[in-house]
């Protein structure tokens, strides 16, 4: 695998219920990103964690639960939701802030999250 | 604080045509300037980017951008549109403090006509 990958790519759900979206990077990075998309809307950050630390948390809903148990590795679990939390949810990975790098981030393919 | 204006939010184009896509930022401190592009039902994947070298940026699929501090804009242009250019359109922007956030546009959607 290269770049980053996201799994599940689609996914229903339904209020109740309880899921994890997860994200890997294979590029050595150490600083990773949870994004929401939703139609007609702009891109929200919804998380930031650099090598390994939450640094951002954007008053997202505690029904959204972030983890990052390494650089490669990110989490969202989903409890709870409600029918406005669907979206397409992206993964991105970058360089760590003070490593003098220029901080693109590469983006996974999303997972389209539906809730019912 | 950094923050980014696309001018337009749909823009269409004969196959053929010049493209030209806005995006005009705000930054207190000096930027890095980046165009990504995103097809239907998937990830946002990185265009061009500005990192204070030369001011004229040239990126992947024939797109490239101009950084003109004194107008504080970064537009995209690609002087042949192609079909397959049919896309959204982000610009995004971060400043050069050791912070590693973007800061990105509401997006243009691009249109082909054949």
């Known amino acids: 695998e290269t770049g980053v990958t996201q799994t599940p790519r689609h996914l229903v759900m339904g209020m109740t219920n309880k899921k994890s979206l997860k994200c890997e990077q294979h590029?050595?990075?150490?600083?990773m990103y949870w994004y929401k998309q939703s139609a007609k809307k702009p891109l929200e950050l919804m998380f930031v964690y650099n090598f390994k630390e939450q640094t951002e948390n954007n008053s997202v809903p505690s029904r959204f639960s972030p983890e990052c148990p390494n650089s490669s590795h990110l989490f969202l679990h989903l409890h709870t939701l409600q029918p406005e939390d669907s979206a397409l949810y992206l993964c991105?990975?970058?360089?760590?802030?003070?490593?003098?790098?220029?901080?693109?981030?590469?983006f996974g393919p999303g997972t389209r999250l539906t809730v019912t | 604080a950094q923050s980014v204006t696309q001018l337009g939010s749909h823009v269409s184009v004969s196959e053929g045509a010049l493209v030209l896509l806005r995006c005009n930022y705000s930054s207190s401190v000096p930027p890095y300037l980046f165009w990504y592009v995103q097809y239907p039902n998937q990830g946002l994947q990185l265009l061009l980017k500005y990192t204070s070298a030369a001011t004229l940026v040239k990126g992947i699929n024939g797109f490239e951008a101009e950084f003109k501090k004194s107008e504080t804009s970064f537009h995209l242009t690609k002087p042949s549109a192609h079909m397959s250019d049919a896309a959204e359109y982000f610009c995004?922007?971060?400043?050069?403090?050791?912070?590693?956030?973007?800061?990105f546009g509401t997006g243009t959607r691009l249109t082909v006509i054949p």
């Open positions: 995004a922007v971060t400043g050069r403090t050791g912070a590693n956030n973007l800061f």
């Open positions: 590029l050595g990075h150490n600083a």
């Open positions: 991105a990975s970058s360089q760590g802030p003070r490593t003098g790098s220029s901080y693109e981030q590469y």
